[in-house]
């Protein structure tokens, strides 16, 4: 059983930057797609960005293109997400996740795709 866990939220001014960081339980992640999803009070949850089980594909949702990064680092079975000039509708809480299609050439972005999840991380970013 893969279990995932976030960390790096905060409260952060707009214009700032943060970095959360999502860390594997088990080895098998490192063949697995990952993504990052976030879901602010009283919305429903939306995809933010993913990336392929060997990085060299990632994808993100217009609202964060350009100001967010997606990476991951499989020697020490993390993914990455690098906030930069956040403003304050980036406020949610983050959720990362993988989808257990082991090497899949497809990047997921629809939240029914992945398999396993984080509990979350707070992201507050004051205006």
């Known amino acids: 059983q893969v279990q995932l866990v976030e960390s790096g939220g905060g409260l952060v001014q707009a214009g700032g930057s943060l970095t959360l960081s999502c860390a594997a339980s088990?080895?098998?992640?490192?063949?697995?797609?990952k993504g990052w999803f976030r879901q602010a009070p009283g919305k429903e949850r939306e995809f933010v960005a993913a990336i392929s089980w060997n990085g060299g594909t990632t994808y993100y949702a217009d609202s964060v293109k350009g100001r967010f990064t997606i990476s991951r680092d499989n020697a020490w079975n993390t993914v990455v997400l690098q906030m930069n000039s956040v403003k304050p509708e980036d406020t949610a809480v983050y959720y990362c996740a993988a989808d257990a299609r082991s090497m899949r050439v497809v990047v997921p972005t629809q939240e029914n795709e992945y398999d396993y999840w984080g509990q979350g991380t707070q992201v507050t970013v004051s205006s």
């Open positions: 088990s080895g098998s992640f490192r063949t697995y797609a």
